[in-house]
């Protein structure tokens, strides 16, 4: 086994097991009277506390086989969906930056966007107490970075927060109602922080083009009109790690669509 295998290998393990936590931080945060810490990890439907071979990442959720061993109840499909997406991730980045402070810095960052993306699906809200702390982390971050400059993060802060600001503001002037809550504002203000003002454009339309293409479907489900409300944290974050892993492939396609466009 080469080395590059051993250190994917222990990114994998490593962010399975961080993974088993954010999903502890998913269910307890929005939480006011819950801590992250304690009490122990327990069956949600009937408080049994787990061995800690019930809390393997992702196997010990086959060996289960979705189902508490004490009450049978079925398990939520997250537990094992968000440690496989951290351990990936976590692997992703090893594999793109190495050992290094930029994976350092981001592993911090989709570990908050992975957990922005499960509770804004649940609740429909985008805690502060993420996205805040994220934004002077973002910027502390593109201080130290090797990759990211402090001038391209504190213009993509102002830049990110006050372009949703903009379009929120003038969606409600128009409709007189909330189109955006205030925490997508702060999270592209995070996104910005963390990837630069470069990123803001294609998160932006990217993120807009596949929530306009989910919301009519919601629509036409839903049967709602204009009252349906579908959670934008998602998209912002999910476009987010796409730029962090492809933003050259995504820098090459616009310089493609350019040169097509307007040819010399």
């Known amino acids: ?5 051993l250190y994917l290998i222990i990114a994998l393990l490593f962010g399975g097991i961080i993974g088993s936590f954010l999903n502890v931080v998913i269910l ?24 800690w071979y019930e809390n393997i990442p992702v196997l010990s959720y086959l060996v289960l086989r979705g189902r508490c061993k004490h009450c049978k109840e079925k398990i939520s499909l997250q537990y094992p969906v968000v ?26 960052f989709t570990a908050a966007l992975l957990v922005i993306i499960w509770i804004d699906i649940y609740l429909q809200i985008i805690p502060d107490v993420i996205s805040l702390p994220g934004i002077i982390l973002g910027f502390l971050f593109a201080c130290i970075s090797p990759t990211l400059t402090w001038q391209s993060s504190l213009i ?64 036409i489900k839903q ?17 987010a790690l796409l730029y962090l892993f492809f933003q050259n492939e995504i820098f090459n396609l616009y310089q493609i669509y350019l040169n097509y466009s307007f040819p010399s």
């Open 156 to 219: 993509g802060i102002l830049a990110g927060g006050g372009v949703l600001y903009a379009i929120a503001l003038l969606y409600f002037w128009w409709r007189k109602v909330d189109g955006m809550g205030g925490g997508d504002i702060k999270l592209l203000a995070m996104i910005g922080a963390f990837l630069g003002w470069q990123a803001l454009p294609f998160v932006i339309f990217a993120s807009s083009l596949s929530g306009t293409f989910v919301g009519l479907l919601a629509m």
């Open 83 to 108: 440690e496989l997406s951290m351990a990936l991730l976590s692997a992703a980045l090893v594999n793109k930056f190495g050992f290094s402070i930029d994976t350092a810095g981001y592993f911090i």
């Open 223 to 239: 049967k709602k009109g204009g009252q349906t409300r579908i959670p934008f944290g998602p998209f912002l974050s999910i476009t």
């Open 28 to 51: 307890r945060l929005p939480k006011n009277d819950e801590s992250i810490a304690f009490p122990a990890s327990h069956c949600t439907s009937c408080n049994t506390d787990l061995h």
């Open 1 to 5: 086994m080469d080395i590059n295998t």
